[in-house]
């Protein structure tokens, strides 16, 4: 939903190596947000809240923090999209413009967040017990792009390649996209599933007959 809100290519998500001119910016229009999030999260997220409005078994510690976490998760995937339409305007404005300093720094912007997105996204369906490493791993590059970026951007502030309104609408965007990422990445952290689930899963699976 965040590709298809900011023309990022989804495609592209599960390649070993992103092809530059898939990422490039696309000048088409993109796809409404809000509309998104009416029509694949914000229904989701009431059904789950109705689901675990009906739960009348006793609930053991591991299965009550499994719901309230996939409550959070569902949260925090409306707090992006929600992010993504704010990010929506201005980037899909700037990159449409004529090649300049500020529709490069938007360029970077885009291109981070995509890498961001194919990390998670690699992340959550890795298998192993180096999933928090990695998230850790990714919080520090994240950090390190945003100290970067700032500082380049108070640079071409005093070499006068961006005017102050410029550099504000650029923070801003880089403060929407930072919420994005801490969004998805919290989605993520919320979204581990107890193994007592995981084991009646993969139960109700062996009890599938395979069809002839």
């Not at 739960?55 to 719901?67: G, K, M, S, T, V």
């Not at 369906?125 to 951007?153: E, I, N, P």
């Not at 923070?171 to 581990?192: C, K, P, T």
């Amino acid at each position: 939903m965040i590709c298809q809100a900011l023309r990022l290519p989804a495609s592209q998500l599960t390649a070993a190596r992103p092809d530059e001119a898939g990422v490039a910016p696309d000048p088409g229009t993109c796809v409404d947000a809000e509309l998104l999030c009416q029509q694949r999260v914000k229904g989701v997220y009431g059904d789950l809240l109705a689901f675990m409005s009906r739960l009348e078994l006793p609930l053991d510690e591991e299965h009550r923090r499994f719901w309230t976490g996939s409550q959070m998760a569902a949260l925090q995937m409306v707090n992006a999209v929600k992010d993504a339409k704010h990010l929506q305007k201005n980037l899909g404005q700037r990159l449409q413009g004529p090649d300049s300093p500020v529709r490069a720094a938007y360029v970077d912007l885009r291109r981070h967040l995509f890498g961001q997105i194919r990390a998670l996204r690699a992340i959550a369906l890795a298998d192993g017990d180096d999933g928090a490493s990695r998230l850790r791993d990714l919080d520090r590059k994240a950090a390190a792009f945003d100290a970067r970026f700032r500082t380049r951007l108070f640079e071409q502030v005093r070499a006068g390649r961006f005017d102050a309104l410029e550099a504000g609408s650029l923070l801003n965007d880089h403060g929407y996209v930072e919420r994005i990422y801490r969004s998805l990445r919290q989605a993520l952290a919320f979204a581990e599933e107890p193994d007592s689930l995981q084991r009646l899963r993969r139960l109700a699976g062996d009890a599938v007959p395979e069809r002839a």
